[in-house]
């Protein structure tokens, strides 16, 4: 599977489209898969297509062409992630939307990390990818959907840097969104900027909704154990200030 990702002349995101065994058509009008609403923009203009694990992309008789690395292309010609793509004043490019190991780099060994070093853990509850879990190792753990992010969440809703989850020293995360095209909700609500989430809170980026929980699974009370000793100190002490005032009011 890829995603074909659209930016205008300026770089700024057009729209993103998943790109499945199929094709999808691309054109000025509305009956087509991709619409770029430009003059320059034939009404049907190409066609993207995946065969196998081979992308294509042809030229369907447009006015202006299509580019593909700086050449005029009309039959359908191979591309990849490295293809730069040309339809009008619109920059059109591929990312492969599945997770891929990283390689180590040459001459560093990579330390064995265990899953009780782990302070945390995002569980996937809803998309084709419920059920897989993501356990949250580092301070702070980049979200996204391509391979360069700690978690990849391989979701055509799921922007290239979505959003970030930063550790906080009384167990608490700090969540922030990347000015992402779908938005990360926390609780069902949507992160402006930042907002603070702790286990048992749900976490929803783009369309993939996740469960914030410990490494064993579990949730637990935003309180603090010394958020508990406060409250229970004044109980405690409006339960004395009730008996001294009834005593007064006895005497």
């Not at 087509?32 to 297509?49: M, Q, T, Y």
């Not at 391979?147 to 700090?174: F, M, P, W």
């Amino acid at each position: 599977m890829y995603i074909v990702v659209v930016e205008d002349e300026r770089g700024a995101l057009v729209s993103e489209h998943a790109l499945f065994e199929g094709r999808l058509t691309v054109g000025r009008t509305a009956e087509n898969d991709v619409v770029l609403p430009s003059n320059a923009v034939s009404r049907r203009h190409a066609a993207i297509s995946l065969e196998g694990l081979v992308a294509y992309i042809e030229d369907l008789g447009s006015a202006n062409g299509v580019l593909v690395n700086d050449q005029k292309v009309r039959d359908a010609t191979p591309i990849n992630e490295s293809s730069q793509i040309r339809i009008g004043e619109y920059r059109v490019f591929l990312e492969r939307a599945t997770g891929k190991l990283k390689p180590s780099q040459s001459g560093i060994s990579t330390a064995i990390v265990h899953p009780e070093q782990a302070h945390g853990k995002l569980v996937v509850v809803s998309g084709p990818q419920a059920g897989r879990e993501h356990l949250l190792f580092e301070p702070i753990t980049c979200i996204g959907r391509t391979d360069e992010n700690d978690i990849t969440l391989a979701d055509v809703s799921v922007s290239r840097h979505h959003a970030r989850v930063k550790r906080q020293d009384d167990g608490s995360y700090i969540v922030t969104d990347l000015d992402s095209s779908n938005g990360t909700l926390l609780q069902g609500r949507r992160i402006q900027q930042s907002a603070r989430a702790w286990h048992g809170d749900r976490v929803q980026f783009g369309h993939v909704e996740c469960v914030l929980v410990d490494p064993l699974g579990k949730g637990r009370s935003r309180r603090t154990s010394k958020q508990y000793a406060v409250f229970a100190l004044l109980v405690v002490g409006a339960a004395l200030l009730g008996a001294l005032v009834s005593l007064l009011l006895l005497g």
